[in-house]
C-alpha cells in the first residue's frame, strides 16, 4: 500500500459545548465554525457540523468529526473518525460522500487516512492521504 497527499484541512473550532460525564468519558462537541482545503481538493469548509468527541483521561480521546466542504460550488460531506493520544501522533479516517453525478464522485470510493499535525482550542490541521495499493 502506498499513500499520497491529497489535500490540507485546516479547521477553524468554536467554543466546546460540554454535555456531561458519560460511561466513555466526558462527551463534548466541537463545533465547526469554518477552514480551508488545499492540494488536490481545494474549497472551503463551511460553518457547519462538529466534533462528538469523548474524552477518557488527560491523554485519550476519541473525535468523530462531521462536516461540509465546498469545492467548486459542490457540497462534499466528510465523516472523519480517530482516536487520540496525546503523546503520539493521532491518524484518522477520512470518508467522503458526494453526489453521484458531480465532479467529485470518485471520492465516494477512495480510501483516505489523515493525520493531525497540529491543533488547539480554535483550530486543527490534518494531512489528508490517499492510500491505493500503487506508488
Given at each position: ?30 463545533p ?38 465546498e ?26 460522500i ?38
Open positions: 500500500m502506498h499513500r499520497k497527499l491529497f489535500a490540507t484541512l485546516d479547521i477553524d473550532l468554536g467554543q466546546r459545548l460540554n454535555v456531561g460525564q458519560t460511561e466513555q468519558g466526558l462527551f463534548k462537541i466541537i465547526i465554525t469554518g477552514g480551508t482545503v488545499t492540494g488536490k481538493l481545494t474549497g472551503r469548509v463551511l460553518p457547519f457540523g462538529g466534533d462528538f468527541n469523548h474524552k477518557y483521561d488527560s491523554r485519550f480521546s476519541r473525535a468523530h468529526a462531521r462536516y461540509l466542504i469545492c467548486n460550488d459542490e457540497l462534499i460531506y466528510v465523516d472523519n473518525e480517530a482516536n487520540i493520544d496525546k503523546k503520539k501522533d493521532s491518524f484518522t479516517h477520512l470518508h467522503f458526494s453526489d453521484k453525478n458531480g465532479n467529485f464522485s470518485d471520492l465516494n470510493y477512495r480510501t483516505f487516512n489523515g493525520k493531525i499535525v497540529d491543533g488547539n482550542d480554535t483550530h486543527v490541521l490534518i494531512e489528508v492521504y490517499e492510500v491505493t495499493d500503487h506508488a
